[in-house]
């Protein structure tokens, strides 16, 4: 029986994978990486920012970047306060879960394993935000869902990896419809505000949600990928109309040491997630920035609709 709460199941996407060792159960989950895989345009959002914007016609912000080598991580709803000084910082962790199903997973065991995860939030404390879905469209890795996670500090996930009832979740509605798990978590800021920490209010019923996974080169890491990072950073503060909040930090658990960095945006709507993946800004970005030093990358997204009230 669920002890979840019922959901509507919709649909993401993902471009690539990797092999990784679950630090949760120690069990070797195998994937077939492609290294001859295209480099596709991805999409995150560290940035910071100086006081008082200029906002041009196109309801676009302009913004310096100056970070001393440090990335700054908000919302994009953040720029409507600016005129009131920067905002105060909170450090929150974040957790990415990326699941490949197995072929025959059926419906009834995929919503069983869907409010399972759901309902972890209610079993321990740590927890600040919680979102999942369903892979949309075909891919070559066959991932086929996503949970993504916020805890207020890596303690509360170290707890979270060893809580038993999530341990029991795993064993018993996740690992046996699936063949392999991809875990990813690091550090960030938002807001020190009660909505933005806890992803809470009216702009986070709905919209995408964009999990990203990121591995620079090595010989960049000091150098270009910075570079990068802040002019992607610079184009995402250009767009507080299609974006709600986004987060960036280095990976630090030892299972995604072959990725450098983890993201999570949330977007306003799926017209939105498209409007600026399909932009010429973001596409030259992408390519005059982040193509030369990207190792690998995998995006997936999945849209978000306001979790039911009635227990099952």
Request: proline fraction near 4%.
């Amino acid at each position: 029986m669920s002890v979840g709460l019922p959901r509507k199941i919709k649909k993401m996407q993902i471009i690539h994978t990797q092999t990784i060792v679950s630090p949760l159960t120690n069990i070797f989950f195998n994937s077939t990486t492609s290294s001859s895989s295209p480099k596709k345009p991805f999409n995150f959002s560290p940035f910071s920012f100086k006081k008082n914007p200029k906002w041009n016609a196109l309801g676009k912000a302009n913004h310096e970047l100056r970070t001393n080598n440090r990335i700054v991580i908000c919302s994009a709803s953040e720029q409507r306060s600016f005129g009131n000084g920067v905002k105060r910082k909170r450090k929150v962790v974040e957790h990415v879960c990326l699941i490949k199903g197995k072929e025959d997973l059926s419906e009834q065991q995929e919503k069983d394993m869907l409010d399972y995860l759901y309902t972890t939030q209610y079993q321990m404390p740590g927890i600040l935000s919680i979102s999942l879905g369903r892979i949309s469209g075909g891919n070559d890795d066959k991932y086929s869902h996503a949970t993504y996670m916020r805890f207020q500090t890596k303690e509360d996930l170290l707890k979270f990896y060893e809580n038993q009832f999530y341990v029991g979740v795993l064993r018993d509605h996740v690992l046996p419809y699936c063949h392999e798990i991809i875990n990813a978590d690091f550090e960030s800021e938002v807001e020190d505000d009660i909505l933005p920490i806890f992803r809470k209010g009216e702009e986070f019923n709905y919209g995408v949600e964009l999990l990203l996974l990121i591995a620079f080169v090595k010989s960049s890491l000091d150098g270009p990928a910075e570079d990068a990072l802040l002019a992607l950073s610079k184009l995402i503060t250009e767009f507080p109309s299609l974006i709600v909040q986004a987060t960036l930090g280095s990976i630090f658990n030892i299972s995604s040491v072959e990725y450098t960095h983890g993201v999570v945006i949330r977007f306003r709507s799926s017209e939105a997630f498209q409007m600026f993946m399909n932009s010429s800004e973001y596409k030259n970005t992408w390519r005059s920035k982040f193509q030369p030093i990207v190792q690998k990358h995998l995006s997936v997204h999945f849209s978000v609709d306001p979790a039911g009230t009635e227990l099952m």
